[in-house]
DNA sequence: GGTTTGAAACTTTTT
DNA sequence: GTTTCAAACC
């Protein structure tokens, strides 16, 4: 395959460019994961670099995903060797082979979000601090911050002299540390800085690394903060080859540490750097880049670019201002309906994107209501609902009890009778001893003042040891549903019957899904082209399933994000989460001012620079569109349960005239006024819209599974992937899925779910 | 020790 | 409007 065609000469010269410092910038829709995948290919093929020595780093999984996938496509044999991951992940594998040289152990586990909070409330409480005045977020987003500049605890306390609330936060910086450090956890931040950390205390690794890493390749760089640029500033100043793909007008996560100045001053930090500019946008109509254009010119302090493109100039901007946010929604939904019926546009083709997500209930009772099918991404983690980290809090228990918060989060889960009291008596008597909380629970005879609460503590021990065994010899599916039973989890919810309660359960399957995915990604027979490395940099590589692993996958994922393809529905998300996505048709909602610009930004100590921010989002937006872009606005919504009245974003101000369908600024008022029933807008929402009377939804919650049909029956053989062959010796129904019971040959008598057992029937033979 | 109730806070964006 | 949290009650 020619790894040029179809490239424009830029793109080439990107591709040719391999050795040395290069600053690919890229505007959007210009083809730059093109570049990033040729190039990775043209390394390989044309240059002879070896697989193993190039890493690709992105932001989220499903860039890495999609980017692995194309490289995969284009290199073929041997493409398995290059990394290509998220930031984050990158360092967990890094520091799950040499974090002990920091004093961690490598089985660390991750704390998300939640966990954190929680953290810091416990050190709150302990420091007896008044989170009324000094609040809890504040001290999270400082030591976050500080994080992502490198500054440690220590260092922090150094440099906050006098100032009072400075010094409470270095306090509770040191705390919160010591606690995680306690317990062998490590936050997001802290993934980064330590890896950062490591390789500047150890020069051996460090070497190592960039030894493996001759060729680096950043993805999305105008989002990196100070960490990340240190971190692969570190691994590129020996061989200098590195490559990183960014666009500072889509710099929208300053918020979270990015450093803009990472990609303005790119030459700076490496004088040799070369230069290369995409400008061709082969995504967008000529009248949709013109707005991008035009809105985004309102910026100073920007790396001058034009985009520019070959495609015809399209259909105008469709702009309409509503009375109601419902009002909003309806006429979206009906939109989308009607581009379906007219011009056969898939609902699949079509997105809603909006500055928040709270934002996205309307939408979807709208579409619910209308029976169209949608997708809303992001949101409420999958993995931080509360059955979801409940039953993981299980397992990470069983893999690694020195996690204090997993094992406090379950010990009355379900209730046992042990109750606040009990566990402030355990935690206090653990930290006197400087154990974990777990170890003071194994010793809870030990514990003074307990009574008859110390055998419950016990059981509760006894309860995890049991597990841990069973852990030994059964997947991880197993193992959940082995929790599920013996905590009678799921029979809880199931008692509850609630909507609710049957969502849990939903959740829950899906979780057992996922375990089984995970377990059965490694039963791939791929594995016969042994590595043809030269010896030094194969390892670490997990090759067959383990609880941590599953753990870790776990916490790096945003949510179940995969979009998909088979499937028809409209897709709703945050401007934030589009980034890096195309649609043909897209829907810019709730563009007001005070909502986006989001009235944060507007009322902040420093607008000019937040509303830069806010306006490359809005350029982020605009640009996601190749065909159709809808813009609107409601004059009245309800936020936080009060009705705000907002005026029309500045940002569609910036868009001449022209290139717009629909009055920004002028009486359509009255118009509708007249048009509008009379009756609130809300009433008139709740009928079904004359466009759809029959077609109703189904189900669009992503997949209670099925119930399964057995090919085998009481008296067949199976075969099992873990425990090899043996004889059905009963089946028994239950609500969602059949258990089975199995005389192995090898491996005694085992009671499973046929779901996730995955039995195959074996020939009478056996 | 567990459950119920009412008030208060919450919302910008996420790996 | 929704969720979270603590106090009061059982």
Redesign the pocket.
């Known amino acids: 395959m020619d790894l040029f065609e179809n490239l424009n000469e830029q793109q080439q010269e990107a591709v040719r460019t391999v050795d040395g410092p290069l600053l690919i910038i890229a505007g959007a829709g210009s083809g730059k994961t093109r570049v990033l995948t040729n190039r990775t290919a043209y390394l390989i093929k044309e240059h002879g670099v070896a697989p193993w020595h190039i890493l690709a780093v992105t ?3 499903k860039a890495a995903g999609e980017m692995r996938e194309r490289i995969d496509d284009l290199v073929g044999f041997g493409s398995d060797g290059i990394w290509v991951a ?3 992940s990158t360092c967990v594998r890094i520091l799950r082979r040499f974090i002990d040289r920091l004093g961690y152990g490598t089985n660390f586990t991750i704390y998300d ?1 939640d966990d954190q909070k929680t953290v810091v ?1 416990d050190v709150c409480k302990r420091l007896s601090i008044d989170t ?1 005045m000094l ?1 809890e ?1 504040m001290f999270l987003s400082a030591i976050s911050s500080a994080k992502d500049e490198l500054i440690g605890p220590e260092e922090y306390e150094k440099r906050c002299g006098n100032d009072y609330k400075e010094q409470r936060i270095a306090r509770v910086y040191r705390e919160y540390q010591d606690t995680l450090k306690k317990s062998n956890a490590l936050d ?1 931040d802290d993934l980064i800085r330590l890896t950062v950390e490591l390789f500047k205390l150890d020069k051996e690794v460090l070497d190592y690394y960039q030894e493996k890493f001759r060729y680096l390749m950043v993805d999305e760089y105008q989002d990196t903060n100070t960490a990340q640029f240190e971190l692969i500033r570190l691994l590129a100043s020996k061989y200098q080859n590195l490559c990183v793909v960014g666009d500072d007008d889509q710099s929208i ?1 300053k ?2 540490g990015a450093n803009i100045y990472n990609i303005l001053n790119f030459e700076h930090h490496f004088p040799e750097a070369k230069v290369i500019k995409l400008e061709q946008n082969y995504r967008s109509t000529q009248c949709i880049l013109d707005a991008a254009n035009a809105v985004i010119a309102h910026n100073g302090s920007r790396k001058e670019k034009r985009l520019w493109t070959e495609n015809p100039g399209g259909e105008k901007i469709t702009f309409r201002q509503f009375d109601t946010a419902y009002e909003e929604a309806e006429y979206i939904s009906h939109d989308i309906w009607q581009k379906k019926q007219q011009k056969g546009i898939p609902y699949c083709d079509s997105a809603i994107l909006y ?4 934002q996205s209930r309307l939408f979807e009772e709208r579409f619910i209501n209308a029976g169209i099918p949608y997708k809303i991404i ?1 949101g409420i ?1 999958f993995y931080s609902r509360r059955e979801i980290k409940d039953i993981l809090a299980y397992l990470k228990t069983v893999d690694n009890a020195s996690d204090d918060l997993a094992v406090k989060r379950i010990i ?1 889960v379900p ?8 566990i402030a008596k355990a935690d206090t008597f653990a930290m006197e001893r400087g154990i974990t909380f777990f170890e003071a629970l194994e010793q809870a005879e030990e514990i003074p003042g307990l009574s008859r ?1 110390a055998a419950k503590l016990k059981g509760f021990v006894n309860f995890i040891y049991v597990l841990r065994s069973k852990a030994r010899e059964m997947l991880i599916s197993e193992l959940i549903e082995e929790i599920f039973e013996e905590t009678g989890y799921i029979r809880e919810l199931e008692a509850e019957s609630t909507e609710e309660a049957e969502a849990r359960i939903e959740n829950l399957d899906e979780l057992i899904s996922k375990a089984a995915a995970y377990e059965e990604s490694f039963s791939d027979p791929e594995e016969d082209e042994e590595d043809l490395d030269d010896g030094d940099f194969t390892e670490d590589r997990e090759e067959r399933p383990t609880l941590s692993g599953f753990l870790e996958e776990v916490a ?1 994922v ?2 179940i994000d995969e979009l998909s393809a088979d499937s028809d529905y409209v897709i709703l ?2 401007l ?2 589009a980034k890096g996505l195309e649609f043909p048709n897209v829907y810019l909602a709730g563009m007001e001012d005070g909502l986006f610009p ?4 507007i009322t902040s100590e420093n607008p000019t620079s ?1 509303l830069e921010e806010e306006r490359r989002l809005c350029y982020v937006g605009i640009t996601r569109a190749m065909r159709y872009l809808t813009i609107t606005a409601a004059k009245m919504r ?4 009060e009705t705000q009245y907002n005026a029309v974003s500045r940002f569609v101000k910036e868009i001449p005239h022209g290139l717009l369908d629909g009055e920004v600024r002028s009486a359509r008022t009255n118009e509708r006024a007249e048009e509008a029933p009379s009756q609130s807008a809300r009433a008139a929402y709740r009928q079904t819209p004359y466009y759809l009377t029959q077609n109703k939804p189904k189900s669009f919650s992503s997949g209670r599974t099925e119930k399964i049909v057995l090919d085998y029956g009481v008296g067949d053989r199976v075969s099992h992937v873990k425990f090899g062959s043996g004889t059905v010796t009963a089946i028994l129904e239950g609500g969602r899925d059949y258990e089975v019971t199995v005389a192995f040959d090898g491996a005694g008598v085992k009671k499973m779910f046929a779901m996730f057992a995955k039995l195959k029937k074996l020939d009478e033979k056996g």
């Open positions: 932001f989220t999984n998220t930031f984050h979000s409330k009324k609040k977020r997001f996560y918020f979270r500055r928040t997500n709270a992001g983690n009355n209730k046992r009778g042990i109750g606040a009291t009990t609460a790096l945003a949510d998300m945050t934030h989460s989001s009235y944060m930004s937040e309800m936020i936080r349960g």
